[in-house]
């Protein structure tokens, strides 16, 4: 079964700083692979999505990236802010089943100022 | 557009009871997911739809019923509730328009329901 391991339960980093969270995966190699995030007793939020081929995607403070022979991305948010607090997940879609995600058990952000 | 919404917000069963879990969106998306969220874990997809009248199970579809008798309605029935479905459940949906849709998943706020 797929497996996916994001790096650590919680970062602390402080205001100003870039937050790297990491997303690890097993087995079958995704089709895409998406991030969100979710605050406290909220349903996740998308941000951003990388598909197999790409290896980066920017967006305003965010950056992904994609590494297919480690088996890993990368989400950095520049000038972290503690706005940015927050639980991040990592998710990936098979090419067999587009549109159904497995999820990653999330990294908690919390950014100080 | 109100976008995914589900009721109810919080709910207490008892042991054996059942309910149904409500989900409605009004974007015209063809997938819809049900999800269970325990505390400090991931999301793990119990069932989803790809359409009207098409349901499939999941990663943890025992003791749970779906159906999708319309695009914007997917209801999640749990029969004789147990302790172990305490839980969040997250109702989500997309609109994909084949390779190059983003799969961008819109979740509701949530069902906190706790089996005692």
């Known amino acids: 079964s797929q497996k996916i391991e994001q790096n650590s339960e919680a970062l602390n980093i402080q205001e100003g700083k870039t937050a790297t969270l990491t997303c690890n995966y097993t087995?079958?190699?995704?089709?895409?692979l998406q991030w969100y995030r979710q605050d406290p007793g909220r349903g996740p939020v998308f941000l951003l999505l990388?598909?197999?081929?790409?290896k980066e995607k920017r967006k305003e403070r965010l950056k992904v990236t994609f590494d297919t022979t480690l088996k890993q991305s990368l989400f950095h948010i520049t000038a972290s802010q503690p706005a940015d607090s927050a639980t991040y997940l990592c998710?990936?879609?098979?090419?067999?089943?587009?549109?159904?995600?497995?999820f990653g058990r999330g990294t908690q952000l919390t950014v100080w100022p | 557009n109100a976008g995914v919404t589900q009721t109810p917000k919080f709910r207490i069963l008892k042991i054996g009871q059942s309910m149904t879990l409500q989900c409605t969106q009004d974007?015209?998306?063809?997938?819809m997911y049900w999800y269970r969220q325990d505390p400090g874990m991931g999301l793990k997809l119990i069932y989803y739809?790809?359409?009207?009248?098409?349901?499939d199970k999941g990663e943890v579809p025992n003791g749970y019923n779906v159906s999708r008798s319309t695009t914007e309605d997917f209801p999640l029935r749990l029969e004789l509730a147990a302790p172990s479905q305490t839980s969040v459940y997250f109702c989500?949906?997309?609109?994909?328009?084949?390779?190059?849709?983003?799969?961008?998943?819109?979740f509701g706020p949530g069902t906190r329901l706790t089996v005692t």
């Open positions: 998710a990936l879609a098979r090419g067999s089943t587009l549109g159904r995600l497995y």
């Open positions: 087995n079958y190699s995704p089709a895409y």
């Open positions: 990388i598909r197999e081929n790409e």
């Open positions: 974007m015209n998306h063809n997938y």
């Open positions: 739809s790809v359409g009207a009248g098409i349901t």
């Open positions: 989500a949906s997309v609109k994909t328009h084949g390779g190059a849709s983003s799969y961008e998943q819109y």
